[in-house]
């Protein structure tokens, strides 16, 4: 009995490190599986039964019955094509829009600026403000010389 805890127990250690042939596993999980085994084996025999519980599930026939044959079909290919075609039609949408609906920060010559820092980096078009200063200096000026 001692002999067979140990077997056990070194194919469990192989068997977590990955390192364990199909046989091994089989005979593993054959002593796992019988009411004998110790408790510290008790969560790798879950593990175990939890596996083969999933191994054993099917999918049922009416789901079966609904999944495409294999190859595709006509109806599917053109329903990808019909998506694709309206994913493009989308993207298309949104770039135009985009172009259309966003605002100028501001105009210069006429032109449409969309770029804050272009906009603030034009400075010449500042030196036609110097103008209305002037007369506002030569009224001054003038006062002066009135009084």
Do not use: H
């Amino acid at each position: 009995m001692n002999e067979r805890q140990t077997r056990i127990e070194q194919l469990a250690g192989r068997w977590t490190e990955a390192r364990t042939s199909e046989a091994e596993e089989r005979e593993l999980r054959e002593w796992l599986r019988e009411e004998g085994s110790a408790a510290s084996q008790r969560d790798l025999s879950l593990l175990f039964e939890g596996f083969e519980a999933l191994a054993a599930e099917r999918m049922p026939e009416s789901a079966a019955s609904r999944l495409p044959a294999p190859g595709g079909s006509r109806r599917r290919r053109m329903a990808v094509r019909w998506t694709i075609a309206a994913a493009a039609v989308v993207a298309l949408g949104v770039i135009l829009g985009a172009g259309v609906l966003r605002k100028p920060y501001c105009y210069i010559d006429g032109r449409p600026v969309y770029d804050r820092e272009e906009a603030l980096q034009t400075t010449a078009y500042f030196d036609a403000f110097a103008a209305l200063d002037a007369p506002d200096r030569l009224l001054d000026v003038w006062m002066d010389d009135q009084k």
